[in-house]
């Protein structure tokens, strides 16, 4: 596709990867609209990239309906939506609560879900779209303390596979991006420090994946991209 003149709409675009990704669709002649829940931290967002802000919560249905309907008021049409909005809980499985665990679901992987069924619906009609969901190599093997947040990218990839066998046949290309580390907001809302290094993976990192898989011709699709750092030092 032609990201020139196309529309996008980012969930959790008000940071990290995200922002980056709306950034990287603007520079190259999209119109976005970014989603978060924190307002003030949207607003500037969306002030810095020139993207349309829409409050919402990925895990809250008539949200997910009123980002549908504000994008198509704003741009008339859908091309792209980038399921990026996710959270991390990280406890062993002894001590994770309910609580915790249903938090990461509800967002990672029911808000994925509302998200791209309310797209795919204008998907079909226009009989185009595109889906990139943001997994992790999260989604690649388990690992300790890993039960609510590798469980939801986990999942992640089940629907990306169930989305693409049900919408290939609508020409709707439905990508898994799978981000290892990356310098973020992320650890600081999961409640752990990430150590800053060069070395490190940035958003922008990420974004150069998904303008890459999206910029081939549509009768193409790459179904899944891993993003490593090179040589990663803490
Ligand atoms: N950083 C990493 O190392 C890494 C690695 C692999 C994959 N990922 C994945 O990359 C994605 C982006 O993460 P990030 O690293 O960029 O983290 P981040 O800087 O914390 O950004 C997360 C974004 O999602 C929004 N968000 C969270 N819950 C939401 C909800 N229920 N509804 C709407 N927006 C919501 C946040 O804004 P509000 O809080 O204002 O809602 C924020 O804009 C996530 O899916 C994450 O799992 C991250």
């Known amino acids: 596709m032609n990201l020139q003149n196309s529309t996008a709409l980012v969930t959790g675009g008000s940071s990290g990867i995200g922002f980056a990704i709306a950034r990287m669709l603007i520079q190259n002649g999209a119109r976005v609209a970014i989603t978060g829940r924190d307002e003030r931290k949207l607003k500037e967002a969306a002030d810095a990239l020139n993207a349309?802000?829409?409050r919402a919560d990925v895990s809250n249905e008539s949200d997910v309906k009123k980002t549908l309907d504000e994008v198509l008021k704003a741009f008339g049409h859908l091309d792209i939506l980038v399921n990026n909005a996710g959270i991390?809980?990280?406890?062993?499985?002894?001590?994770?609560?309910?609580?915790?665990f249903e938090a990461v679901f509800a967002t990672n992987v029911t808000g994925a879900m509302l998200m791209a069924r309310?797209?795919?619906?204008?998907?079909?009609?226009?009989?185009?779209?595109?889906?990139?969901?943001?997994?992790?190599?999260?989604?690649?093997?388990?690992a300790p303390n890993g039960t609510a947040y590798y469980a939801s990218k986990f999942a992640l990839r089940g629907m990306t596979e169930c989305w693409r066998g049900e919408l290939r046949q609508h020409n709707i290309r439905v990508f898994l991006?799978?981000?290892?580390?990356?310098l973020t907001n992320f650890g600081a809302a999961a409640g752990y420090e990430q150590k800053p290094n060069p070395t490190k993976l940035r958003?922008?990192?990420?974004?150069?994946?998904?303008?890459?898989?999206?910029?081939m011709d549509d009768r193409g699709f790459t179904p899944e991209i891993t993003v490593f750092a090179t040589n990663p030092k803490d």
Request: hydrophobic residues 40%; glycine residues 8%.
């Open 52 to 54: 349309h802000p829409i």
């Open 88 to 100: 991390g809980v990280f406890k062993n499985l002894v001590e994770m609560d309910r609580a915790g």
């Open 118 to 142: 309310e797209a795919a619906k204008h998907f079909i009609q226009r009989k185009s779209g595109n889906i990139v969901n943001i997994s992790s190599t999260a989604s690649l093997r388990g």
């Open 177 to 182: 991006v799978n981000p290892s580390e990356v």
């Open 203 to 215: 958003g922008e990192e990420i974004a150069h994946a998904v303008k890459a898989v999206l910029e």
